[in-house]
């Protein structure tokens, strides 16, 4: 696919952009809240943006490194998560029984809020990061347990039918016909997951006061630092863009190899 | 002894109370190196009728029996060609092909294997292509490499459920002659699957038209003594061939036509329901 220039698609996301920012001013500007402004909120974290790798302190430091602290905590339960979700919704996709025996038990545990399951992971591993990163695993493996089994799903007959017709094993249907007809709704899920992860890691941090954007943010907070909120809410928000753009470059390519 | 036989196949999909009898005494005795072609309508159950040799499919009542033996699932004995190629889109042509014959002769060198796969993709012209994938290719070779898959196994029985149907008239036609010269090369036992009458002749030493669904059966079978190679264009002014068109077709018009009344379903007399007026 080409991606042609056009000035729509420059122009109107920054009028969006514009509006969100007016927007802001107008409120920060109201008597009623203690909001910083756009101005202020860019003259306090001129430091953080612009030496992004700094390190001046345990929660001190510049964007880049709080966020890739973050980032190091995801690349610990996300992986966790795909490696117990992947071959779960590979089963739940190849066996009716199977997916009858678990399909109840995703359905429950999948609303279930990421702080609701980090104390159940301190119970269980005495180690709050041991936690956060249980934590992850728990919370951002389900759209990659109901994608795959989906795929799976999705399968056509004649696939399945070249299968018989060549008698080939369980292990070669698997990894010749199932996984890669599979492997553009696992990514999907992938995404999905990497999306989720993202989102607990902030709750994660939260909870343990790790280094981290997520954590940085509480405890500015904490501290009644308000200039730099706005800040940390747009850091975490594009991380989230760009590693979701990531995905879908890879989900992109997949798929135009898996189909006709 | 035949190399296929099928005795009294019937076979119906779905629950006792809306159920629909597809195939009902199917009787068929193939013999080696014969090509016959099953000319019917669409919906007729043509590849319920394939799927049964291939044992894809189970029959309800009834025998599939391939040199004497019962077939109680697919293999490769018997190569199939589908209708839509059932090419895996992630596999090159020659990937395609080799994950077959890696699977039915694991016993083989791999050189004796790679040589294998390049002799049938030489044979349905495609070398060109062996490294593309079947999104890269037209439809046509697509079924080419549906086709040197099928072969390349070396079955007893070469399946094809109408593998051209879905192309072009001129693309049909090279096919079809293409189809014939590897059958004359290699003598293989083919069954062809069509809703083509002229295809049918044109390739097949037998042809047998399957009747209008549900409870289809085949009709008689009318041998084509047309010589081999048979053109095209000069097989059109042969009388043979109009006679054989015109019996074919008389078959599918008219006995072949005629839905058959469905068996009425008996229920039990079960004492404790009311009997309930017949719908």
Redesign the interface.
């Known amino acids: 696919m080409k991606w042609k220039f056009s000035w729509e698609d420059l122009l109107l996301p920054l009028i969006g952009i514009a509006a969100l920012f007016i927007t802001w001013q107008l409120i920060s500007s109201s008597q009623r809240t203690d909001l910083p402004s756009p101005s202020t909120t860019w003259e306090a974290s001129k430091l953080l943006v612009l030496h992004p790798l700094e390190k001046r302190g345990e929660q001190d430091q510049g964007l880049l490194r709080l966020v890739w602290c973050s980032l190091i905590l995801v690349a610990k339960g996300y992986p966790l998560g795909l490696l117990i979700g992947t071959p779960l919704g590979l089963l739940m996709g190849s066996s009716r029984w199977i997916y009858k025996i678990i399909d109840p038990i995703a359905q429950i545990t999948r609303p279930v809020s990421p702080l609701a399951w980090f104390p159940l992971g301190v119970l269980l591993f005495k180690n709050l990061q041991s936690a956060s990163v249980f934590a992850i695993a728990i919370c951002s493996m389900w759209p990659t347990v109901v994608n795959t089994a989906k795929g799976v799903h999705a399968i056509p007959q004649d696939y399945w039918n070249v299968a018989r017709v060549l008698k080939l094993s369980r292990w070669k249907t698997l990894f010749k016909i199932v996984i890669p007809a599979t492997l553009p709704y696992m990514f999907t899920g992938f995404r999905l997951s990497l999306g989720l992860a993202w989102l607990v890691i902030v709750a994660a941090e939260m909870l343990t006061g790790a280094p981290g954007i997520g954590g940085f943010l509480y405890s500015e907070y904490n501290g009644a630092i308000y200039t730099h909120l706005v800040t940390c809410i747009l850091t975490i928000g594009l991380t989230g863009l760009v590693m979701d753009r990531l995905m879908t470059v890879a989900e992109n390519w997949l798929k135009s190899y898996t189909t006709i | 002894m035949a190399l296929l036989e099928l005795q009294n196949v019937c076979k119906g999909f779905g629950p006792a109370e809306n159920r629909t009898e597809v195939l009902s005494n199917i009787n068929l005795s193939i013999s080696e190196g014969e090509f016959v072609a099953i000319v019917g309508y669409s919906g007729a159950g043509k590849t319920t009728l394939i799927s049964l040799i ?1 044992g ?1 499919l189970k029959p309800d009542v009834g025998t599939v029996c391939l040199e004497g033996v019962p077939v109680t ?4 004995d ?3 060609v ?1 209708q ?7 596999m090159t042509v020659w990937q395609n092909i080799a ?2 014959v890696d ?2 002769f694991p016993q083989w060198t791999s050189e004796k294997r790679a040589e294998h796969v390049e002799k049938y993709i030489d044979m349905v012209n495609l070398t060109a292509a062996l490294g593309k ?3 890269e290719l037209s439809g046509g070779m ?1 079924q080419r490499v549906a086709v040197a898959r099928a072969l390349a ?1 070396d079955p007893r029985v070469l399946l094809l459920d109408e593998p051209l149907s879905a192309l072009d008239a001129l693309t049909r036609a090279t096919l079809q002659d293409e189809i014939e010269r590897i059958w004359e090369r290699d003598q293989k036992t083919v069954v062809l699957i069509t809703n083509d009458v002229d295809e049918g002749i044109l390739l097949a030493d037998r042809i047998i038209p399957l009747s209008h669904g549900p409870q289809a059966t085949l009709g008689p079978s009318i041998p084509v003594t047309l010589s081999r190679p048979r053109n095209r264009k000069a097989i059109n002014h042969d009388p043979r061939f109009k006679k054989i068109r015109n019996e074919v077709i008389g078959y599918l018009l008219g006995e072949g036509s005629k839905q058959r009344q469905p068996v009425p379903t008996v229920l039990p007399i079960d004492s404790s329901m009311p009997l309930k007026a017949s719908a």
Do not use: E
């Not at chain 2, 699932?73 to 490769?76: C, D, E, Q, V």
């Not at chain 2, 839509?84 to 992630?90: D, E, K, V």
């Open positions: 291939a894809l699932g697919p293999g490769p018997r190569g199939v589908f839509n190629y059932s090419l895996l889109p992630w994950l077959a699977q039915v994938r079947p999104g697509r196994i």
